[in-house]
C-alpha cells in the first residue's frame, strides 16, 4: 500500500481517476474505430473520381428495375418519387442538412439553419428576388472590372484557368450584391468567401468519419474545425469594420438607395425587431451561392467551347436584343436562347446525382408500397434528367432544346432555367428548392453577355476538362485551361 500511496503522491493522480481516464480512452477508442470501419466504404464511395458519363445513367429502358439502395445511412430512391416527397412534412428538410452538413457544430454553424439563424434571412433572400431589376447595372460594373484585370485586352491568344476564373468572377459578383462595395473587390474578403466553403466541406468530411455521438467534442480539437473557427473570426472584423463605417457615415440618399444583402437584411431585421449575426449570414450566403453558381458558369462555358455553332447565334440574340430593350432584367428575360442553353447546360451536368435530402420524422409508406423507416434519410436521384424517353437524345447537348419547348403548348410550362420539375431539379423541387436560383440566373446571363461579345474563347485541352463525378457530385475537371482573345463587341453598354 505504502509502494502505491507513493506513486499516488509522485503522479498527482488518484487509481480511480486514472482507470476513469484510461476507461474513457478505451471507450472514445472503441467509437472511433467502430466509426470508422462504418465510415470507411462510405468515405471510398464519396471520394472516387470517375468519368462522368450521362448515357450511362439513361434509364429509359430500365426505369421500372431501379431497386432503392444504400449510400452510407441515406437510402438512395428513383427520381420518380419526387413529386410524392417533395412537401411531404414528414421528411424533413432541416435534418436532412443536420446529418450532411453537421449545421449545430460551432465553425459549421452558417449553413441554413443553424443556431444563430432566424426566419430573417429567408425574408430577406425572397426580398432580394423581387428587386432583380436593380442589381443588374451593379452585376455589369462588376463584371467589366473583373474582366478588364483578369482577362485583359490582349488580342493574341493567352490562357485562364477555367474554373478558378469563373468561382473568382462569380465570388466578385456575388460580394457586390451580400456585402457591397467597399468589400467585393478585396482579395482577402474574396479569399474568406470562397476558402470558407472548401474548408468547410472539408471539415464536414473530417468529422463524419467520426460517431456521431463524439463530434461534439472532438470538433473542438480537429485542426480543420479550428481553421473554420479562425476564419470566422478574420471574417468577423471584416464585416463588423463595414458595418461600423456605414454607421459613423450620415445617411445619405446613396447609403438609402444601397443595393447589397446586408442592407436588406438589416431593414428587415428593423421592421421585425430581431437581431441576427451578420458575419454567419454573410458566410452563410457565400456558401450556398458562389461555388454553386461558380460550377455552373464552369459547366456552359465548356459547353459552349465543345458547341461553338451556338456562339454565333448567342452573340446575335444578345445585340438584336439589347439594341432593342436596352440593358436591363427584362431584356436579360427576353434572351431565350440564352436562357435555353444556361437549363440545358445544368441538364446534362447538374450539381450532382441526387438531390432533396430529407430525414423521416415517422414511418412512411410511399404509393407504390416502398418503406421508409423513421429516422431514415432519403434522397432522390436525379436521372429523369438523362432520360431519353423524356429528354430526346438525352446524352446529346442541345442548346435550342428548351428554346423549341417554349412554341410547344403541351411543354411551355417548365422550359425557363428557373423554373422546376420532377423531370429536371438542377435547383431542386419543392417548397425548399432554391430561392436563390433567379439571382444565378441573372448572374450568369449578366456575365454570359460581356464574356460573349468581348470574347473569343476555347477550351486548351478538352481532355482535362471533361466532366466528372467525384462521389454524387458532377464537377468539370478543374484543371481545365481556356484560351481567349480580346475581339470588338459590336454594342454601347
Ligand atoms: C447555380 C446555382 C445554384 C444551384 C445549382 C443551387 C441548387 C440548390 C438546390 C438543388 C437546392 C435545394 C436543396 C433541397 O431541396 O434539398 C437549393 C437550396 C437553397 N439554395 Fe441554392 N443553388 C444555387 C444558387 C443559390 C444562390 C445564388 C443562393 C443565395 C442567394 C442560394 C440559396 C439557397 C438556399 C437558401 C436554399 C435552401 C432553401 C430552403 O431553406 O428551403 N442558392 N439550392
Redesign the pocket.
Known sequence: MAFYSAVEAVLGVTWLSALFTLGSLSVFWLLRHRERKSQHALHNAWAQISAFDPSSLDRSKTADDWKTTRLGKATLVSNRYAHEIRNDERLS?QL?LEQDFLTTVPGLESL?GGTFHNGIV?DA?MH?SRKLNTVVDPLSEETIEYLQKNWGDDKEWHTVPLHHSMLMLIAQL?ARLFIGEELCRDPEWLGIATGYTMDRTFAVKELQQWNPRLIPVVHWFLPSCRKLRATIKKARGFVDRVRTERKQKKTTADDTNRVDAMTWIDSVARDQNCSYDATLTQLR?AY??VH??G??MTKVVAALCENPEMIEPLRKEIISIISEHGWREAALHKMTLLDSVLKES?RIQ??GLY???RIALEPITLDDGTQIKKGEQVKISTDHMWNSSIWPDAAQFDGYRFQRFRDNPDQSSAVSFVSLSANH?????????????F??AIEAKVALCHLLLKYDFELENKEASAAQTEGVMIWRDHRAQLRIKRRVEKIEW
Not at 438542377?426 to 417548397?431: I, L, P, Q, S, T
Open positions: 428538410f436532412g441554413f429567408w433572400a432580394f456575388t450566403l450556398a451561392a454553386t453558381t460550377d455552373m445544368q447538374p450539381l438531390t432533396l435530402s431539379m438542377g435547383f431542386g423541387y419543392g417548397k425548399h428548392a432554391c430561392p436563390g436560383r439571382l444565378a
